[in-house]
């Protein structure tokens, strides 16, 4: 019997699928795909090894994962709603579990869930919020599932929205920060292939400190900037230029504009 069924497999719920599989959490005869059209669902099915899914499969499969954009999920929801799904989760934008819920049969276990991009290089950052009728045993599976693409937290449905703001915004904000500094070094004198893999390379180091060692970043960042170094003088064009101010205002930007997004 098949475990799971993805409705939707572009960028995020392939790399939802891939991420899975390859850290043996389900294997291939256990998943079965559904994307947007008949040819791509066949493209996708070959591209992973899994099945081709059709409707009669959703009230079979333990989980059903809804990966489409959030303008489709009524329509899925309303495609599915007739055969019963056992659990569905969401990874849809803006779409609150009370929209879930309202557009699924009654008391249907119900997770949405905000993960990040670099979920498909395995290390993503997902926030995950329970409906009012999944229980302990689904809110762990899918802490399991989203932990195989890099970290996961369960946290409220506002938390949830906070963080796809910060964390499922961010990579967004994190790649013009790669992009300003490549130009920097590009301006600087560097060729601008080794730029680019210098700025990436040195975000993605500075993070994982933060991670490994659990030092906040002011104290991380007092440990490289010496008294009248070129660190500090750095730092002081930044903050002349408001960076900070800039990055808080983009991640309430977005927050915004979610709040917006799931009125609708």
Sequence with gaps: MKK???????????AILSGCLSKGLWKKEEVCVKA?????????????????ASLNDIGEVDVVILAVKPDVIPFVLKEINPYRPKRVISIAAAVTVAALEAGLPEKTPV??????????????????????YAGGKFIERAK????????????????????GALSGAGPGYA???????????????????????????TLYGAAKMVLETGKHPAELRDGVTSPGGTTIA??????????RA???????????????MSRK
């Design 144 to 163: 399991e599932i989203f932990s195989a693409l890099g970290k996961a937290a369960v946290v409220s449905e506002r938390r949830l929205d906070e963080m």
């Design 246 to 260: 800039a990055l808080m205002d983009a991640v309430m930007a977005a927050l915004a504009k979610s709040d917006e």
């Design 111 to 132: 997770i949405r869930v905000m993960p990040n991009t670099p979920a498909s290089v395995g290390a993503g950052m997902t926030a995950i919020t329970a409906g009012h």
């Design 175 to 201: 790649f013009v920060i790669i992009d300003a500094l490549a130009d920097a070094g590009v301006r600087a004198g560097l060729p601008r292939k080794l730029a680019i893999e210098a700025a990436a390379q």
């Design 234 to 243: 750095g730092i002081h064009a930044m903050e002349t230029r408001g960076i």
């Design 36 to 52: 947007h059209t008949e040819k791509s669902t066949m493209e996708k099915a070959a591209q992973y090894g899994v099945s081709v």
């Design 4 to 14: 799971i069924m993805i409705i939707g497999c572009g960028a995020m719920g392939g």
